[in-house]
């Protein structure tokens, strides 16, 4: 594991967030960091140069997708996921967990993995943690995510306890599997909205983590209140000397939020996804740009923002791409709001090296942003 390495740059003497850079074989990161998610190998519709432009450090693709189509041995015979999608930089693959219980037509959960269907073609398939690794390894990303078992908001204890256990022992056979050193196997604290559960859970896991952990299992349904309670009841516990990543959790407040509780790595699919609905995160809330409101609005998406939509397009302009179905559209207000919530992580890191990121939280708190 010599190629990957954490160390701490600041910790902010206001609030105890944290820059920090992660050294992996592609590069390093700065954190904390908002990651792109590209689930097939692409972050929809945007190329790797404009990625770049956007500053993105960093950016997610998915087990699971990929396994489906093209397959992982395909991705493997081009190189890795790096040649395949012509990214360069550090690249980080989910395990396909969420996605295996979230789309995928279930069969059967038992101790030695899962059987189901593809949400594709209805062919049936078996994930255990052997083959999750056997699949991570030959797309060959940076950061690799131990295969878990997440439950869903509303599960009983009962069987929130036993999936927690299940995901621990099934980290056990990843890290007996596992055989690539220029791979970082992320393990994936699981436990629902279970405070003790999270604990244990945390503990365990904390064993197996040699340069970073997971949260897995928030931001599933349950209020975002919930999800920075059991932050909270983590934060003392965590490794000091390596990064935790949040999966899945990304909006605008959650990012401000889980930094302030030690978080220093997020992704989220949402600002490509509301993009392609016509909506944007600005500095001043959230835009519907489909709203007839804005059919003869010739001033930008945002004027604070320098990304290459806000200098060159007008919320008009955006508006009519959108409501006619244009590609460009959607285009655009991904690369704007991946953008925004980029910048957003740089001016919490630098509020943070400045020791006033408990200023930046309370002012963000009233901001029309908070609410985008």
């Known amino acids: 594991m010599k190629k990957f390495e954490y160390k701490t740059i600041h910790v902010c003497k206001q609030t105890g967030a944290r820059v920090g850079e992660l050294t992996t074989p592609h590069g390093k990161i700065i954190t904390p960091v908002f990651m792109p998610v590209g689930t097939q190998a692409t972050v929809k519709s945007l190329s790797p140069e404009e990625l770049e432009k956007a500053r993105a450090q960093i950016i997610l693709a998915n087990t699971y ?7 992982h041995k395909t991705v493997e015979a081009a190189g890795g996921l790096h040649k395949f999608m012509a990214w360069d930089k550090p690249i980080l693959t989910d395990s396909g967990g969420f996605q295996v219980f979230s789309l995928a037509e279930l069969n059967k959960i038992d101790d030695n993995g899962v059987t189901f269907h593809s949400h594709i073609d209805g062919s ?10 056997e699949i991570e390894e030959s797309l060959g990303a940076d950061i690799i995510m131990a295969f878990d078992q997440c439950t869903k908001f509303g599960t009983s204890y009962e069987d929130s306890e036993v999936a927690m256990r299940r995901t621990i022992d099934w980290l056990r056979r990843c890290v007996d599997h596992k055989s690539r050193d220029d791979q970082a196997l992320f393990p994936i604290v699981q436990g629902n909205v279970f405070k003790d559960l999270r604990l244990q859970s945390l503990k365990a896991t904390a064993e197996f983590a040699e340069c970073g952990l997971a949260i897995g299992g928030l931001s599933v349904g349950e209020p975002k209140e919930v999800m920075y309670e059991i932050l909270d009841e983590m934060r003392p516990h965590y490794p000091e000397n390596m990064p935790r990543y ?6 605008p407040d959650c990012l401000v939020e889980g930094f302030l509780r030690g978080i220093d790595m997020m992704d989220c699919v949402l600002p490509t996804r509301i993009a392609r ?24 998406l945002d004027d604070k923002c320098d990304c290459y939509c806000c200098t060159h397009y007008t919320k008009a302009y955006l ?7 244009e590609i460009l559209g959607g285009r655009m207000l991904s690369l704007h709001n991946i953008s925004y919530l980029i910048r957003l992580t740089e001016r919490i890191r630098e509020a943070i090296l400045e020791d006033r990121y408990g200023d930046f939280c309370e002012e963000f708190r009233k901001s029309a942003e908070y609410n985008n």
């Open 277 to 300: 609905n016509g909506t944007a995160f600005t500095s001043q809330g959230r835009v519907v740009v489909r709203n007839a409101v804005y059919k003869d609005d010739f001033t930008p």
């Open 124 to 133: 049936k398939h078996v994930f255990t943690p052997e083959k999750a690794m």
């Open 319 to 325: 508006r009519h791409l959108i409501n006619s179905d």
């Open 65 to 71: 997708h990929l396994y489906m189509r093209p397959g």
């Open 246 to 251: 949040l999966m899945g959790v990304g909006s």
